[in-house]
């Protein structure tokens, strides 16, 4: 604060200066703490242990009951505390002269009457039996995401959500209850009763998401469901006046960490000596760590290549490249887009979204991207006061553009992870002095693969129709008959393009290994043929 003012060309306001309140008639009295225990109990007179007990209005001050529902905690007389637990309402209480509390929780009513779906129909939380969690459309719209799976991390005990990289538009995959078997097998995951990829729907068109955790799901499901089941339910028209509304969300995204890259001169002597500890020499000799080390300290100064002594066609690299920094931006943009129509009129409900996602990948050296299109449209009718006709139809559409990388790559892969590993040492430049990438044939450069090495884009189109009957001949008597049809066509287009790869002699120059087809056909532009799936499905049920 004394920098601040005195930059401003005031005076600093010392601690030294005091205001006596005594001599302005002003009496100060400090409240005096004490020490407040007690018991937290539920209606039958059990303890409740793990119940909170909070000083309202003051962050910090607090306590947790022990297994006995004991606690201990300091306040001011006036002073409020709150008590909370659950599945009970929370109670607050007032400190008064009292230190001794008993306080009962009563169970919160609202909460047990939540409808949970649970197989083909609902039941409500009080009367759950099996191992069943679920989540709501406020926790989801909560959230700024991608997909419905990065909603659901963190929100469902046991529900473990993994990706394998941060590719935009990258799917993630579930497990319930952690490694379940040799093949990592996973749950069964339906939308509305039907399978379906959660990744590709609008999260903001999900109702609820119940995960039935137990083996008494495969008593609905089969052994489909041995390692649990999700329950996507999604939204549906209200008996209500008609409201549009509309939701828009940009967001900047970064690398949750950036693995720190070893600089050329720690990892020439790490390798020296590793290589000294299995019984061999130094891999590098003087003259190269002479190199390396002038580079490493001077480098405005010094070339990141020098003439291989042994072949003067060929450079050494000595540079210092920080190639996760090269390759990986710090931000990328997402922002999504949905307008929703929802009402209804007397007999008749209806509920409608367009919903789009754009997506910006993290490369640095190519404009990797990913983008969603959806459209759901859900109508139910009453047409008699027993017969009630449901009609759904749920529209995908994605594309998803990649560098091409190498041949062992793909659209999702975020070019193969593994050269960072393998095949990136921090000695090699981005570029040779003559302006050409370097790589030589020996070694992969990222910069190069995602610059050059072509592209690969991706479309999918999935179209799921769905009609249903719900008929109800006696009182609480239903029969559910629903069919779905479902078109789903993938369309590939790879263009793999060689890379050339320059050496110390101008004249020499080879080409790099993996986007080399081996029949020499180094210019490849694919057009893969379409992937066609069709599903029926028909399904009855009361």
Request: hydrophobic letters at 30%; aromatic letters at 10%.
């Amino acid at each position: 604060m004394f920098v601040l003012l005195s930059g401003m060309g005031l005076q600093p306001c010392l601690a030294s200066h005091s205001y006596n309140a005594a001599s302005a008639g002003v009496v100060q009295v400090e409240q005096q703490k004490q020490k407040i225990t007690g018991c937290v109990l539920d209606v039958t007179g059990s303890p409740l242990p793990g119940a909170s007990v909070l000083v309202k209005g003051a962050p910090g001050r607090g306590a947790i009951t022990d297994m006995d529902g004991n606690f201990s905690v300091e306040a001011e007389q006036g002073e409020q505390l709150e008590i909370s637990f659950i599945g009970m309402e929370t109670q607050v209480v007032t400190v008064s002269a009292k230190t001794r509390l008993q306080i009962t929780l009563k169970e919160d009513s609202k909460t047990l009457d939540e409808v949970v779906v649970v197989g083909y129909g609902t039941q409500k939380k009080a009367n759950l039996t099996g191992a069943v969690a679920s989540v709501s459309a406020e926790t989801l719209e909560s959230r700024p995401i991608t997909n419905l799976s990065q909603g659901l991390q963190g929100m469902i005990g046991n529900l473990n959500i993994s990706a394998d990289n941060g590719a935009p538009g990258k799917g993630y995959g579930f497990n319930v209850r952690g490694t379940t078997s040799i093949n990592s097998s996973g749950p069964l995951v339906l939308v509305d009763g039907v399978q379906m990829d959660p990744n590709m729907i609008n999260p903001a068109d999900v109702e609820s998401v119940s995960v039935l955790k137990d083996a008494a799901s495969a008593s609905i499901y089969g052994t489909q469901a041995a390692y649990g089941v999700v329950l996507i339910t999604t939204k549906k028209g209200k008996d209500e006046k008609a409201k549009i509304s509309f939701s828009s969300n940009w967001s900047i995204n970064s690398p949750t960490r950036k693995p720190e890259y070893m600089d050329s001169w720690t990892f020439a002597n790490f390798h020296n000596l590793t290589n000294r500890n299995s019984g061999g020499g130094d891999y590098y000799d003087k003259n190269y760590m002479d190199h390396i080390y002038a580079y490493y300290t001077d480098p405005k100064h010094n070339l990141p290549v020098f003439i291989d002594p042994s072949n003067p066609n060929k450079y050494l690299y000595c540079g210092n490249t920080d190639w996760i920094d090269e390759t990986i931006k710090d931000n990328t943009l997402m922002q999504q887009y949905t307008l929703s129509l929802n009402g209804g009129s007397g007999k008749t409900a209806y509920y409608g979204s367009i919903g789009f996602l754009d997506q910006g990948g993290t490369l640095k050296h190519y404009d990797d991207k990913y983008r969603r299109f959806n459209v759901n449209l859900n109508l139910t009718s009453d047409v008699t006061n027993w017969l009630q006709v449901r009609l759904k139809t749920v529209y995908n559409n994605t594309y998803r553009d990649a560098p091409y990388g190498s041949n062992n790559s793909d659209e999702t892969a975020q070019i193969n992870s593994a050269f960072y590993g393998a095949d990136l040492r921090p000695m090699m430049p981005v570029y040779h002095p003559d302006g050409n990438f370097s790589g030589q044939g020996s070694w992969t450069n990222m910069v190069a693969t995602q610059s050059i090495s072509g592209e690969r884009k991706n479309k999918e189109n999935d179209l799921w129709l769905t009609g249903g009957l719900k008929i109800t001949p006696l009182k609480d008597w239903t029969i559910n008959v629903d069919y779905t049809y479902n078109m789903y066509i993938l369309s590939k287009k790879q263009h793999g393009k060689e890379i050339l790869e320059h050496t110390a002699n101008p004249d020499i120059v080879t080409e790099f290994p993996h986007t080399t087809e081996p029949r020499e056909v180094y210019h490849r532009r694919q057009l893969l043929p379409d992937v066609q799936c069709l599903y029926r499905l028909l399904q009855v049920f009361g």
